[in-house]
């Protein structure tokens, strides 16, 4: 059974910095692209960065260049750098396969973005 164990989340100021982490169980990591996903609220849930498994990556537009996605395949870990974050960045930051598996999702882990 896949699992996705989110962390690093926290309240930060704009421009702040945070190194968001997520580890996976199950025998899918090595296989599948792993994604980044975010809902604000009031928001769906949207994706934010991906990575295939040959580190191939996808960003969307609004976290370009602010944020980088990793994954380290010895640890089942996939990891975003979440830089110079906006108010607009507050969400609850969750992992999961890339397109997602929709009965995996797991807690996430919240980003506040606040003055």
Known sequence: QVQFVESGGGLVHPGGSLRLACVVS????????MGWYRQAPGKQRELVASI??????????????????SRDNAK?????????????????YYCNTGPPLES???QGTQVTVST
């Open 26 to 33: 199950g025998s899918i990591f090595s296989i599948f692209p």
């Open 76 to 92: 089942n870990t996939v990891n975003l750098q979440v830089n110079s974050l906006k108010v607009e960045d507050t969400a609850v």
């Open 104 to 106: 995996a999702w797991g």
């Open 52 to 69: 295939t498994s040959n580190d191939r990556t996808y960003y969307s537009d609004s976290v370009k260049g602010r944020f980088t996605i």
